[in-house]
């Protein structure tokens, strides 16, 4: 007898074949049968009208803290995802040395916007090498499948203590060490390495990363602690020096290539179109296309809309944080500020100022957003009102700079208004990257790049500013559904939620609906799905808050032939595992 009998859906298998409708049987954690199928079942959907997808994969998130008081890993979990891939971006809670988690809560609170008391209550410190850690890990039995690859910075800061923060260049033996201890990790199941480079990233107090500018021998030593496995991956973000002077590109991707020839592994790095470096997308793919060409497994991790912030007084960002009369009401509560906002004088007297420096020493705000508040009234125009009808590809005739030459006032009193109207929740999509043009044009021809991986979710993550949880979700209704224009093939979206994301990672045995695969499944209703409005809650311990966005139209998720979600609500379930790599 069947567990489950999935019944007359659209199967799309996720290896980009055209979509049939068919049944699919479940035994026992695995997919037994695709075709019509006649057994028995003791559970029966008709899914007449639903697609039936592979369970998709997310390479690109950051519960490595959430994992240890969260089980089902919300939000992803109403996002159709059944495996996902912690520790990117060089930062995590493993190694560390007993007595100095603060140093890696600063590092994660700075880099990924994740409240630090949150993570002091939250944290259960029961490890201290990376092996442990995986092992603390595994104790819990979960709602989702979840990998977990060594960051650099904990691994930088457990074997050069204060010297890493001070940003020594590593010596012979420290590499030596870093090196062991990642092997170590690798041999018990990490899957990969990841490391950052970027100017944006910022400990809570203001400074460079520990990682941020290690040296190239100390990178491809690293990478060669791969040596002999056959498994791992390496993934890796850089601003490639943007805002450093005199264009040093190439001896930056000259890191990334040898990584991947000192490893033999794939590497995947994060690709953006930034602001300002507009133009440093191409200069990427020109360098990855040609590294590919000469036999190197180079990979772009893209995202499926803008890279953006949510502004809002609650929020971790909006335009007039750094206005001193703002600073003087940014106490009270919510509701009390947004009045003493109204008051004419204040207005008068806020939109008179200029924001003071945020970032700096002893600020975790990047130099970006300093940038970004000296054009206020230019990047209006990619700024937008956040309404209950959702739209993450808005026209520039939507924008603040346009609401403003109507009413002819500046920007940034139509801004003002709108943050301090009602009970001062209302929000702004403010679309940083990948928005250059006004449009996802952009995003588009990236999506379309043969050595793209449909990523850069960072759920878990910027839990203040953000909830690209819902990147899964926006694939299948932008893309595939609604956009029109240069629409995404259903077959080819699922592809690349799935699969292909499989495939880099090394695991062979889910992404495709096929007899002996993991019954990774989601039943999906095309016409319900939607992404649904980022609602800011206050559900992380400590009170610490965050934007969580649901989904619609995700009628049962399965992992390992479980149902672990079922019309947006979380069952009981809990066939979660951590995936060790290389264990046979």
Request: net charge negative.
């Amino acid at each position: 007898m069947l567990d489950w009998l999935i019944k007359n859906g659209t199967v799309v298998d996720g290896t980009g074949a055209p979509a049939r409708v068919a049944d699919v049987g479940v035994r026992g954690g695995r997919i037994v049968a695709v075709g019509q199928v006649d057994e028995p079942a003791r559970q029966t959907l008709d899914a007449t009208g639903l697609w039936i997808t592979p369970g998709f994969v997310d390479i690109h998130t950051h519960y490595d803290g959430q994992v240890t008081w969260d089980e089902c890993f919300t939000p992803s979990i109403y996002h159709g995802v059944t495996t996902l891939v912690m520790g990117n971006c060089g930062v995590g809670f493993a190694p560390k040395r007993p007595g100095h988690e603060d140093d890696l809560i600063k590092l994660m609170e700075g880099v990924e916007d994740i409240p630090g008391a949150a993570l002091h209550e939250g944290i259960r410190w029961n490890w201290e090498t990376f092996p442990q850690y995986m092992d603390a890990l595994a104790a819990t039995p979960r709602s989702l499948d979840y990998l977990v690859q060594v960051p650099h910075d904990p691994l930088r800061m457990y074997v050069m203590g204060e010297r890493a923060q001070a940003h020594e260049q590593a010596n012979a033996d420290d590499i030596r060490a870093m090196q062991a201890l990642l092997r170590e990790a690798l041999q018990a199941g990490a899957a990969g390495f990841s490391t950052g480079r970027s100017d944006n990233h910022r400990t809570s107090e203001g400074k460079d990363t520990p990682a941020a500018n290690a040296g190239h021998d100390e990178l491809t030593g690293l990478a060669q602690a791969f040596e002999g496995l056959d498994h791992g991956v390496i993934q890796i973000v850089s601003d490639y020096n943007l805002l450093s002077g005199p264009d040093p590109f190439d001896a930056e991707f000259d890191c990334v290539e040898a990584l991947a020839r000192a490893s033999g592994k794939p590497v995947s790095l994060t690709w953006l179109q930034r602001d300002p470096g507009g133009e440093q997308y191409l200069k990427i793919q020109q360098r990855v296309e040609a590294a590919v060409q000469a036999g190197l497994p180079l990979y772009m991790q893209a995202a499926v809309r803008g890279i953006g912030v949510i502004n809002g007084l609650d929020a971790s960002f909006h335009p007039f944080m750094g206005f001193p009369s703002y600073k003087e009401v940014a106490h009270l509560p919510l509701a009390q500020r947004a009045e003493a906002l109204r008051d004419p004088a204040r207005k008068a007297r806020i939109l008179s100022e200029k924001s003071e420096r945020l970032a700096g020493d002893g600020s975790a705000i990047p130099p970006l957003v300093d940038i970004l508040l000296a054009k206020i009234d230019l990047i209006s125009g990619r700024m937008f009102a956040l309404e209950d009808t959702l739209n993450y590809e808005p026209s520039v005739m939507q924008s603040f700079l346009v609401r403003a030459k109507q009413a002819g006032v500046s920007p940034l009193a139509v801004i003002y208004d709108h943050l301090c109207a009602g009970d001062g929740s209302g929000l702004i999509y403010f679309p940083i990257f990948n928005y250059n043009e006004g449009s996802l044009d952009t995003v588009r021809r990236m999506l379309g790049h043969p050595r793209a991986l449909s990523s850069l979710s960072d759920a878990g993550a910027h839990v203040g500013t953000v909830c690209d949880a819902s990147f899964t979700t926006f694939m299948l209704t932008h893309w595939v559904r609604d956009r029109g224009r240069e629409a995404i093939a259903l077959e080819t979206a699922v592809e690349m939620l799935t699969s292909r994301n499989a495939r880099y990672l090394g695991l062979t045995d889910r992404g495709v609906i096929a007899e002996g695969m993991r019954a990774d499944l989601n039943a999906i209703d095309p016409a319900r799905l939607s992404v649904g409005v980022p609602r800011l809650v206050r559900d992380l311990p400590a009170g610490g808050k965050r934007f969580v966005q649901k989904a619609e139209g995700y009628v049962t998720t399965w992992v390992a032939g479980e149902a672990v979600q079922q019309g947006g609500t979380i069952t009981e379930a809990r066939p979660g595992r951590l995936v060790r790599m290389g264990q046979h």
